[in-house]
């Protein structure tokens, strides 16, 4: 099978798991799982977020009142949940620190470029951070690119997941500790295995047709 074709069979067979068995994911597979969403692109590289694991029993439960009922359940018997995090404001601090790992990397062969690359970061990063609302919905787009790379990269290991968006941020955030600390949760993601049984995973895929989604400009 072509990489091409082994991607395609993963989108066709990637599903929303709506009943997990209990099994854990390797602690090995899970860690790569952490570096493919540490690797995850982000708007000018501006990696304004942070990942938060919850993987005990005791710490599922202590998240439970931020979950709506339905949701509880997908993370009781899921083996590990992420929540997806943003701040209010991006700091000088965090600029600074993307920048100097980044010329610790070695991303700039001259000096001369550093200074016009860190501008234009910061050109974007104002534009779209204004206000309180204007800076979480721009980081919340990002989050999402975060969110379906592990979604698909999951899949391609062989664990299943869902999305969760049935949450009670402000009681989340509470539990958490975010506001406090300029955080806000803005997604949440169940990783580990479906159980046998469940009934999503026995559903046909539904997408909408490809002449009814893309379109050509000429």
Excluded: C
């Excluded at 708007?43 to 439960?61: D, G, H, L």
């Excluded at 590990?80 to 209010?88: A, K, L, N, S, T």
């Amino acid at each position: 099978m072509t990489t091409e074709n082994k991607m395609l069979q993963i989108a066709r067979e990637r599903y929303t798991t709506k009943h997990y068995s209990g099994k854990q994911i390797p602690r090995e597979q899970f860690e790569e799982l952490l570096e493919i969403l540490r690797l995850a692109p982000s708007s000018v590289n501006a990696q304004s977020w942070k990942f938060i694991t919850v993987s005990t029993a005791e710490a599922k439960n202590k998240i439970m009142e931020g979950l709506l009922d339905f949701n509880r359940e997908r993370v009781s018997k899921a083996s590990d949940i992420i929540v997806f995090v943003v701040p209010e404001k991006i700091s000088e601090e965090h600029l600074q620190k993307v920048l100097d790992k980044e010329i610790a990397d070695g991303r700039y062969a001259q000096e001369s470029v550093i200074e016009g690359l860190d501008a234009g970061r910061r050109h974007f990063v104002k534009l779209h951070s204004q206000t309180v609302p204007e800076t979480l919905a721009w980081e919340t787009a990002q989050a999402y690119i975060a969110l379906g790379i592990i979604l698909f990269a999951s899949a391609g290991m062989g664990i299943d997941s869902t999305a969760l968006e049935g949450v009670d941020y402000d009681k989340l955030d509470e539990i958490l500790g975010l506001r406090e600390r300029g955080l806000r949760s803005v997604v949440a993601v169940s990783l580990g295995y479906r159980d046998p049984n469940d009934s999503n995973a026995k559903r046909p895929k539904s997408r909408l047709a490809k002449e009814d989604l893309f379109e050509e400009f000429k």
